[in-house]
């Protein structure tokens, strides 16, 4: 009967230290599997991090590039604007030796420069139905109304 106990309590000794081993084995591989999950996880949250910060250099670069842009055309429009502003001094204080007094008026010499340089006849091409519909809303009814109401 002592061999028969000795066998039994060898056999749930051995059956306990292989529950044992198969339970570290069991825990080992889940751990393994979690770290290499978290490890996965981590490099997804990477790649998505730089994916990220890419987008957003991009998005930086284009509002950059459209400021440029904006600011370019400001400075063009400046420049426009005092290129007007100067012509229309000169003509408004200085511009009287430009043209003649006799009727109907016409440009000096030095005003025909001027116009060429401008452009002029390309200017009132370019707006002649703007001019043409002012004028004739402004009811004019003579040559000299029209030449009065262009100056």
Not at 52 to 66: G, I, K, Q, Y
Not at 71 to 89: A, F, L, T
Not at 103 to 129: H, V
Request: proline share 1%.
């Amino acid at each position: 009967m002592q061999e028969e106990v000795f066998g039994v309590s060898a056999a749930i000794t051995f059956a306990v230290i292989m529950l044992a081993f198969w339970l570290v084995y069991f825990i080992t591989k889940k751990v393994t599997m979690i770290h290499a999950r978290h490890a996965e996880l981590e490099k997804d949250e990477r790649e998505m991090e730089q994916r990220v910060l890419n987008t957003l250099d991009r998005n930086e670069d284009n509002t950059r590039r459209r400021f440029e842009s904006v600011e370019n055309k400001i400075d063009e429009i400046r420049r426009d604007m005092s290129y007007i502003k100067g012509n229309m001094d000169f003509l408004c204080n200085g511009g009287a030796n430009l043209i003649q007094s006799h009727s109907p008026i016409s440009l000096t010499n030095e005003g025909k420069e001027i116009a060429t340089q401008i452009d002029a006849d390309g200017i009132i091409s370019k707006n002649w139905e703007k001019i043409r519909k002012n004028i004739e809303l402004s009811e004019v009814n003579t040559a000299y109304d029209v030449q009065e109401y262009c100056l």
